[in-house]
């Protein structure tokens, strides 16, 4: 492995004062979607519980509770878009390794609600903070085991610190250097059994990269051998130099991330793609889940293990295909609402979930990394079934969202946190319309000053 010089990066970041229009178009929408996925988190009971225990509020630069409060949220609904995945996505099971956008929001909306920050300029520092973060993820392997929060995250956090404060080159190579030196290196099995704490991991990489803006601009040392000794061998492996700075500017890594439809694991979205395209095959009138005798589903081995019926958290339940059928069906959608306590309590979705069989498909499980397939056949108790196939899940880029979808995501997952007077316009701005140049900032300021006006229910 060569080494690794991160003062190109830091270069580039610092020195990028406009965005090709393709890209800052996709980052305006990956933003909308963040904050939708964040605002959503917190209509959760266990965050609100964790800002209460942790303290929210605070102005400084770092505000331990709120940062560390607000990343979870924007990954509790498990919609964390803006992925990527290793060339070498073969390996088992088929994890991205980097999730930048939820580790950069918290720093981001924290700067906009206490200091002038006009939409383009957020979008621009979100945009190369996430790109960066990707761009880290991309060119390394993630070792078969852990989990990827925390890991290229705090990369992320520490480049949009960096950027609001106006920090200059040398400041952010040190800085990204501070941050790749505190990995979480946390195991998957947690989430898969359940575990929220996996939220967590978010909140404190994002915690720890921008503290590591603040080191670095004190002129705390780092050392670039630590950086390629996690992301090289100890947490990942591969790191690819070129992966990292090659073709910055040119080659945008946040065009090849995708935007999640759905909150729950990015293993279950092809599955319930099919059974959505099986239903609108159906003959006859529209499928009601009660008419539903049973689902077949197929699908590659790692999602096909993801088949439980009793959930220990609403995060187990986003890691089940069959829940998530059963409330994809129930809902029409699956954001916020679906996986909250209430929701998941129905008697009936339990027992439409323990209708739906899964089993992988051996030459789904061969057509990795290529390809993410899945099969749903749908049985109904009159007699009608519908066959149908995918091949991945909509939401990558050969397959994207449209803008309505995103906006539909955003508007069910925000739910009343946002009064209308900011929530419309802040859709209008990053869906591509015009808007106020402090769109984005107004709403920022509505979420977290103070931020106890977000919690939509008492404790």
């Known amino acids: 492995m060569s080494g690794l010089d991160v003062s190109p990066v830091a270069e580039f970041v610092t020195s990028t004062a406009t965005l090709p229009a393709e890209v800052a178009t996709a980052g305006r929408l990956l933003l909308l979607d963040t904050i939708g996925a964040l605002a959503g988190g917190l209509r959760y009971p266990p965050v609100q519980a964790l800002g209460r225990a942790l303290g929210a509020g605070g102005h400084g630069m770092v505000p331990y509770g709120r940062t560390v409060t607000l990343s979870p949220a924007a990954t509790w609904l498990d919609a964390d878009s803006g992925g990527a995945f290793h060339p070498r996505g073969d390996r088992l099971p088929p994890v991205p390794t980097a999730h930048p956008a939820p580790h950069a929001l918290p720093v981001l909306l924290h700067e906009a609600a206490r200091q002038q920050c006009a939409n383009a300029e957020l979008v621009r520092v979100f945009v190369l903070a996430c790109e960066i973060g990707l761009r880290f993820g991309v060119g390394t392997s993630l070792r078969p085991g852990l989990h990827p929060h925390g890991i290229h995250g705090p990369i992320a956090a520490a480049v949009a610190a960096c950027l609001l404060h106006g920090h200059d080159a040398a400041t952010t190579a040190r800085a990204i250097e501070l941050a790749g030196a505190m990995l979480m290196a946390?195991?998957?099995?947690?989430?898969?059994?359940?575990?929220?704490?996996?939220?967590?991991?978010?909140?404190?990489?994002?915690?720890y990269?921008?503290?590591?803006?603040?080191?670095?601009?004190?002129?705390?040392?780092?050392?670039?051998?630590?950086?390629?000794?996690?992301?090289?061998?100890?947490?990942?492996?591969?790191?690819?130099?070129?992966?990292?700075?090659?073709?910055?500017?040119?080659?945008?890594?946040?065009?090849?991330?995708?935007l999640k439809p759905y909150a729950c694991a990015r293993w279950v979205h092809p599955s319930l793609d099919a059974v959505l395209l099986a239903l609108r095959r159906l003959p006859g009138a529209p499928a009601r889940p009660a008419d539903v005798d049973r689902?077949?589903?197929?699908?590659?081995?790692?999602?096909?293990?993801?088949?439980?019926?009793?959930?220990?958290?609403?995060?187990?339940?986003?890691?089940?295909?069959?829940?998530s059928v059963a409330a994809l069906l129930h809902d029409g959608h699956l954001h916020a609402d679906s996986y909250l306590p209430d929701g998941l309590a129905r008697p009936s979705l339990s027992a439409l979930a323990r209708r739906v069989r899964l089993v992988e498909d051996a030459a789904f499980s061969a057509a990795l990394p290529r390809q993410r397939p899945a099969r749903a056949v749908v049985?109904?108790?009159?007699g009608r079934n519908a066959c149908a196939e995918v091949r991945g899940a909509r939401g990558d880029p050969g397959s994207p969202l449209s803008v309505a979808e995103v906006v539909d995501k955003f508007t069910h997952n925000v739910g009343d946190l946002l009064p209308v007077e900011l929530r419309d316009p802040l859709v209008r701005v990053l869906s591509g319309g015009t808007g106020g140049e402090d769109t984005v900032a107004a709403a920022a300021r509505a979420l977290l000053e103070p931020f106890e006006k977000v919690r939509s229910t008492p404790p």
């Open 209 to 258: 990269g921008a503290s590591a803006a603040v080191w670095a601009a004190s002129g705390m040392p780092s050392a670039t051998e630590v950086l390629i000794d996690l992301l090289g061998v100890s947490v990942c492996t591969e790191l690819s130099p070129d992966e990292v700075t090659g073709g910055l500017g040119h080659r945008w890594r946040i065009l090849d991330s995708y």
């Open 186 to 207: 946390a195991t998957l099995a947690v989430p898969m059994a359940g575990g929220t704490v996996r939220n967590l991991w978010t909140g404190l990489g994002a915690w």
């Open 295 to 323: 689902i077949e589903v197929q699908t590659f081995a790692f999602a096909a293990s993801l088949d439980g019926v009793a959930p220990t958290s609403d995060l187990h339940a986003r890691f089940s295909v069959p829940l």
């Open 379 to 382: 049985h109904l108790h009159d």
